[in-house]
């Protein structure tokens, strides 16, 4: 009879992983979130942050206020606008005082108003940039939170296949597949999934910018968007293997925690290690080459304009054969405990060759 | 046919497998038994090459079995496994296309065996909603569903009621019937008795007895034999060189040779029955390990 081709195998596997996948609550919650979150991190700066001050004003202190961004309502004496001042109604009232004029304020200087009084010296930067500092610590969040959430989405891996050994359904699967194929199978599923969650993502930050009013940093997110995604897949690929060799190396769901710590590391550590040092050039180079930390990183550096598309380039040249390593690695791992039973497998029996 | 040749395997310094040979032949059901621990298991497992021997082969239709061309085996393992949140008939379909059947047979098949096994009604419901009997059933099923060359079944009984086991021995004998190798392990010896064509008897590890049924019950016969008289059968153990085993009343067993004593019975009157005493697969069992 016709057995299944190796990529027929994996494919099965694949397809399975998937629709498991897309029929659990947790998923689709989980997206539904992320999606929330990007616009809510987007649009809720602006939504709240876009009023112009309000102030009262009093007399000829009005010229003053003339043309600038400010929301002002007329009032007849000082005492009307202190009052304004003292009920929170207005944040400060600006009244004649002498020849000029004074700004009344209840307990801080209003900086905001403030600012629009004051005539500006010109500025000129030296070494401009297209993004401000307050938009690159959203990228660094926003790309920061996206591959943890999709590395740690990864954890389904493991338990796919903690599930497959504790139900024992491993010996029907290795007894007619590959173990090779399994694992690919796993992969590719959930990486076939993860990339159809980015993409729509990745079509849903344009519209979450123009909505936010940001449509022209869309020319400067756009390619580090480009970046970020075979980042993140490479990125993915190499995260879950090491997700299935967690779930394979333990044979209950219970256990899985004590596997899944390095894992989580190779997780998180990108994440803080990004968000602690994304203003340090020197620190965010070295890391936009170490392949676990490139993936966020390096988009980061494109973002911020500091690196070259060459390095980029390199960079997902060391992470893809990294991948291939860790690929080839884990699957001597998977194969060696996929099918031992009891307590906890040790890496070092796993790694054996099968007696 | 599958042939297993010199089977030997260990676990450490506990050796589990000591050549182990025995045949299962198309179209016959072997039972396969032994005591808790004795490797009925691992054998099964290196048969599907889910375990590497340490030395020994196994063949089919006369080429050692390698991964590359490894028959289609159909393999209920002894701890039962399925995915326990997956709808028994995706479940079925699934494993079939992992097997290579292409979709449409894959449903067929499905339905097919749903139906025999009475689980048409379950088809839709997740595996973790069915009764472990239920369950059981659907592991045969997806044992079956690939139409494999080899039917290898550990403990297929176990968990059944007898109306299930009936309906799974039928679907079973079916294949048979077809000409299927199946070879199934069991510690219920009355349905090893009833339904295998060969028994191979394993003890620690060691294969102590390996035939037909009727083989070996011959085999294990000695001159045993019962007999059954209108009056009291007291003077059989008269007859120069009868060894009585058991009297009461009309009925004799003894061991001798049998036709001076039908002679002798037959002079005396009426004779209600005379046979040799066969061993029951249960006797046989604990004679041999």
């Not at chain 1, 939170?145 to 989405?153: A, I």
């Not at chain 2, 079925?92 to 097919?112: F, K, M, P, S, Y």
Request: aromatic share 6%; hydrophobic share 50%.
């Amino acid at each position: 009879m016709a057995r299944a081709s190796f990529s027929q195998a994996t494919w099965l596997v694949a397809e399975r992983e998937m629709k498991t996948l897309f029929g659990t609550k947790g998923f689709w919650i989980g997206f539904a979130f992320t999606v929330v979150g990007l616009f809510a991190l987007t649009v809720l700066p602006t939504v709240f942050g876009g009023d112009d001050p309000k102030v009262a004003v009093v007399g000829s202190a009005s010229q003053a206020v003339q043309g600038k961004a400010l929301d002002v309502r007329e009032v007849g004496s000082v005492q009307e606008a202190s009052d304004l001042v003292r009920a929170d109604d207005v944040e400060a009232a600006i009244v004649p005082d002498g020849a000029g004029i004074k700004v009344l304020a209840l307990n801080s200087p209003p900086n905001s108003v403030i600012r629009e009084l004051v005539e500006s010296p010109p500025v000129e930067l030296l070494e401009a940039s297209a993004v401000t500092s307050g938009q690159r610590s959203v990228t660094v969040i926003v790309f920061g939170l996206v591959f943890l959430m999709f590395g740690m989405g990864g954890a389904a891996i493991a338990q796919s296949t903690v599930t497959e050994k504790q139900t024992r359904i491993v010996e029907i699967l290795v007894s007619t597949v590959p173990v090779r194929a399994l694992l690919a199978g796993k992969i590719l599923g959930h990486t076939i999934l993860t990339l159809g969650q980015v993409v729509v993502l990745a079509l849903a930050a344009p519209i979450a910018l123009r909505v936010a009013g940001l449509g022209e940093l869309l020319g400067v997110v756009a390619p580090a968007l480009g970046w970020f995604i075979p980042f993140l897949m490479l990125g993915f690929v190499l995260i879950s293997s090491m997700w299935a060799v967690a779930g394979a190396l333990v044979s209950r769901q219970e256990d899985l925690g004590s596997t899944m710590g390095l894992v989580m590391i190779a997780v998180m550590g990108p994440y803080f290690g990004v968000q602690f040092f994304y203003e340090n050039p020197a620190v965010l180079k070295v890391m936009s080459f170490v392949p676990f930390t490139a993936g966020v990183a390096m988009p980061v550096r494109l973002f911020a304009e500091q690196a070259k598309a060459w390095e980029a380039i390199l960079s997902l040249g060391i992470l893809a054969v990294t991948v291939v390593v860790i690929l080839l690695v884990a699957s001597r791992l998977y194969t060696g405990s996929l099918l031992q039973t009891g307590a906890r497998v040790k890496l070092s029996k796993a790694w054996a060759p099968a007696e | 046919m599958l042939t297993v040749r010199g089977i030997s395997r260990s676990f450490g310094d506990h050796k589990v497998l000591d050549e182990v040979s025995f045949d299962v032949r198309p179209g016959r059901m072997t039972g396969f038994l032994g005591a808790n621990g004795s490797g009925k298991t691992t054998t099964m497992r290196i048969v599907l090459g889910v375990l590497a021997a340490h030395g020994g082969s196994v063949s089919w239709q006369g080429t050692e079995v390698r991964p590359d061309n490894r028959p289609d085996f159909g393999y209920m393992p002894e701890e039962r496994g399925l995915y326990p949140k997956m709808k028994v008939r995706d479940q079925i379909t699934w494993l079939a296309r992992l097997h290579g059947v292409d979709r449409e047979t894959a449903q067929r098949n499905t339905d097919e065996l749903l139906e025999d096994l009475e689980l048409t009604g379950r088809a839709g419901d997740r595996l973790e909603e069915l009764s472990l009997g239920n369950q059981q059933r659907v592991q045969i099923a997806a044992a079956l569903v690939h139409d494999p060359d080899v039917l290898i079944l550990d403990e297929p009984f176990s968990g059944l009621d007898p109306i299930a086991v009936e309906t799974v021995l039928d679907v079973l004998r079916k294949r048979a019937a077809n000409g299927v190798p199946v070879l199934f392990s069991s510690h219920q010896l009355a349905i090893v008795e009833r339904l295998c064509d060969d028994v191979v008897i394993i003890s620690k590890g060691r294969i102590a007895a390996n035939g037909s049924r009727e083989e070996l019950r011959a085999r294990h016969a000695g001159e045993r034999y019962e007999i059954v008289v209108a009056e009291d059968a007291g003077w059989v153990r008269d007859v120069p060189g009868v060894t009585i085993l058991d009297l009461d009343g009309p009925r004799a067993v003894f061991e001798a040779e049998p036709q001076q004593v039908l002679r002798a019975a037959l002079d005396r009157g009426e004779v209600r029955s005379f046979t040799p005493v066969v061993p029951t697969l249960d006797e046989i069992f604990k004679e041999v390990i």
